[in-house]
């Protein structure tokens, strides 16, 4: 029996609660702490009643370590699953290394403010050395190994569907299918329909930084950078059909270029439609994604926070969501002497989850694999001191609670490959 801690209360929180809520067989207590902690209630009442998961809450500001580490401190639980914002990546890993708890997260640090000088001095120093310039790497997370080694402590990063259940699939793939991976091709697929012109699946923020960055993708070892929706290609996916995909810079191939360094190609390529682009450029053009505040009537205003404001929230988008994604990775490689080629993917429905969980897919396929990766933890079947991705674990039984928990996979041989 364990006892998690959860943080945030936003729509991958919202689905990591149900599916902790549904396994109450291992999680027999759940505290739920977030900054507004009437949605931490809202979902209380919700679900208690359904569950023998003895639910209690709690109003946290993440950011304040000192405080964050004193509540933890005090409902002792086997570990923290962080599904607040990266912003607090490194303000909840410091109050889990004070309190001596075990830390879960679905996405890696970045700052809340890229002006912040000290910040931005390691950042453009990063950038050269590397080579791409994505806001967001591992290198603030990993350098905590030592201090959770030292603390017999495991901090698992990167436990959504990408990263987390991606990392797992090559990990997989890496025991029972190859000798050796040559190429790993990631491909996010959302053929979803909300009916709006433009809003984000997840918070919008976090969304438009990512996809309005340079692309880049690993290659012999060494990062390539190129213009953002530079590189495009068409995929057919099974259950959607035929989509654009752009290749993006994401959070995995740094995971899996570091330890997978045999692996002579890494991409990743998420869909979007005309009207998502469209809008994108256009914002993007016009300064609204920009995250340096400007002056407004004597109000310090941050255009992309202001821009949250007016989209929908990702949140209200379960109900009027439909169609499916479809997410996995095509590896190629050698087995036994001979090359080999491999598509392990799963196909979610929006309506589906939102009939479960009252949430679309993107919301669930992170939720799951959030909860899935707390279980392992939790229970000690993934415990090792340090700070880990999700590849760097034994995959079999995280492939079992997926398939378990509402997140079945196929694996496909020889499958159309991505040019
Ligand atoms: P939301 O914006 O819906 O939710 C974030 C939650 O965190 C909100 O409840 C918010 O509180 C809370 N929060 C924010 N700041 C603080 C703070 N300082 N202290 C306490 N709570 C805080 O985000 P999502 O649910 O869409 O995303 C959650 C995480 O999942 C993000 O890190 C995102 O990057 C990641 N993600 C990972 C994916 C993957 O596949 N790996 C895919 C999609 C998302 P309030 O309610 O007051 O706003």
Redesign the pocket.
């Known amino acids: 029996m364990s006892r998690l801690m959860i943080?945030?209360?936003?729509?991958?929180?919202s689905v990591a609660i149900a599916k902790v809520c549904q396994n109450d067989e291992v999680f027999d207590e759940l505290l739920i702490a977030?900054?507004?902690v009437s949605?931490c209630d809202a979902i209380k009442e919700k679900l208690q009643g359904q569950t023998k998961t003895k639910i209690t809450t709690a109003q946290?500001?993440?950011?304040d370590v000192e405080a964050l580490t004193a509540l933890i401190r005090e409902y002792a639980p086997d570990a923290v699953l962080n599904?607040?914002?990266?912003?607090?990546d490194l303000t909840i890993m410091d109050a889990c290394l004070a309190a001596g708890v075990d830390y879960i997260d679905?996405?890696n640090y970045e700052p809340e403010d890229t002006d912040d000088p000290a910040w931005r001095e390691i950042y453009e120093k990063r950038c050269k050395e590397l080579g791409f310039s994505a806001y967001f790497d591992y290198s603030w997370q990993w350098n905590y190994q030592e201090r959770f080694k030292e603390a017999g402590l495991t901090a698992l990063l990167?436990s959504?569907?990408?990263?987390?259940v991606t990392s797992v699939f090559a990990a997989y793939a890496k025991k029972h299918y190859f000798d050796t991976i040559d190429t790993i091709d990631i491909l996010d697929c959302n053929g979803g329909d909300h009916g709006y012109a433009f809003a984000t699946n997840?918070?919008p923020e976090?969304n438009l930084r990512e996809v309005s960055a340079p692309g880049s993708y690993m290659e012999n070892g060494k990062w390539v950078e190129v213009p953002a929706m530079s590189i495009h290609r068409e995929y057919d996916f099974e259950g959607v059909g035929k989509k654009d995909m752009y290749l993006l810079h994401h959070e995995e191939i740094e995971a899996l270029g570091r330890n997978m360094p045999e692996v002579k190609r890494i991409r990743f390529f998420m869909t979007f439609g005309q009207s998502y682009l469209d809008h994108m450029r256009c914002l993007e053009d016009v300064g609204m994604l920009s995250t340096t505040p400007v002056n407004y009537n004597g109000q310090e205003i941050v255009p992309i926070q202001f821009l949250k404001a007016l989209l929908p929230d990702?949140?209200s988008l379960g109900p009027r969501t439909v169609g499916k994604t479809n997410i996995g990775c095509i590896f190629t490689g050698m087995k036994d002497g001979k090359k080999r080629s491999i598509y392990i993917y799963n196909v979610c429905d929006h309506q589906e989850c939102y009939k479960e969980v009252g949430s679309q897919a993107?919301?669930y396929?992170?939720g799951v694999p959030a909860m899935i990766g707390a279980m392992l933890v939790a229970t000690g079947q993934w415990k090792n001191p340090g700070v880990y991705t999700t590849d760097e674990f034994d995959p079999d039984p995280y492939m079992e609670a997926l398939n378990r928990w509402g997140l079945p996979w196929k694996v496909e041989e020889n499958p159309a490959l991505v040019e």
């Open positions: 943080i945030g209360c936003g729509g991958v929180a977030s900054r507004t949605k946290i500001d993440a950011d599904v607040a914002l990266p912003y607090q679905t996405a990167g959504g569907f990408d990263p987390g997840f918070n976090i990702p949140a993107i919301s396929t992170t």
